[in-house]
Nanobody
Framework: QVQLVESGGGLVQAGGSLRLSCAASGRAFNSYAVGWFRQGPGKQREFVAAISWTGANTNYADSVKGRFTISRDNPKNTVYLQMNSLKPEDTAVYYC?????????????????WGQGTQVTVSS
């Protein structure tokens, strides 16, 4: 069973950058698609970005396109979310999750395993 641990969150000023990591146990991780989601204060959890198992395909929410980049390092069993030009509205708990068919999707219901989340706070 794959387990996921997110890290890299913290407090940053608007315009700053953070890089989140999603580290996984289990060799099967390399065959799974991985998504990042976030839940802001008083909001529903929403899709942020996803990457296919090969890393060849990615998808982003419109709100983060051009600012966030998702990538993966399969030998290290890790997926990253590089977040640049951060805005106060990016404040949220960020979660990574795996989708076992390996294909990217924005649908939360397609993701099978979730991490515990890491807090990102962007001050104005």
């Amino acid at each position: 069973q794959v387990q996921l641990v997110e890290s890299g969150g913290g407090l940053v000023q608007a315009g700053g950058s953070l890089r989140l990591s999603c580290a996984a146990s289990g060799r099967a991780f390399n065959s799974y698609a991985v998504g990042w989601f976030r839940q802001g204060p008083g909001k529903q959890r929403e899709f942020v970005a996803a990457i296919s198992w090969t890393g060849a395909n990615t998808n982003y929410a419109d709100s983060v396109k051009g600012r966030f980049t998702i990538s993966r390092d399969n030998p290290k069993n890790t997926v990253y979310l590089q977040m640049n030009s951060l805005k106060p509205e990016d404040t949220a708990v960020y979660y990574c999750a795996v989708e076992k068919t390996g294909h990217i999707t924005e649908l939360q219901s397609k993701y099978d395993i979730w991490g515990q989340g890491t807090q990102v706070t962007v001050s104005s």
